[in-house]
């Protein structure tokens, strides 16, 4: 029976041998700077229907629910983009803490 080579990417393992790898740091980093502008971008369309934005010339007018719901939209969009970027800080710093420590008396 040939003998499992053990895995040199960081991983959790459950008790019933279920594990988890950890995305590339490169992943985690990424995510995040895009989860973030996302985030300005809403909160940006935020301050913009709350200072009184209105639609181009032509367009019907919203109406005082539509501008409410446009309201409430986009700061659950950025709330949940702010948690994306959190799970993404989670997961990175979780790669660095379990990925292998690199001993020089290795390379010898």
């Not at 990417?9 to 989860?35: A, H, K, N, V």
């Not at 019907?60 to 959190?86: C, D, P, R």
Request: proline share 6%.
């Amino acid at each position: 029976m040939a003998k499992k080579s053990a895995s040199k990417m960081p991983e959790i393992c459950l008790p019933g041998g279920m594990c988890y790898r950890f995305p590339p740091p490169c992943c985690s980093i990424c995510c995040t700077i895009f989860s973030l502008f996302s985030m300005g971008g809403l909160f940006i369309i935020y301050a913009l229907i709350n200072g009184g934005y209105t639609k181009i010339s032509g367009a019907t007018a919203w109406n005082e629910e539509q501008i409410e719901h446009g309201k409430h939209a986009s700061m659950i969009g950025a709330f949940i983009y702010l948690g994306v970027a959190g799970l993404c800080v989670f997961l990175f710093l979780c790669r660095k803490v379990t990925a292998p420590k690199h001993n020089p008396e290795d390379d010898e």
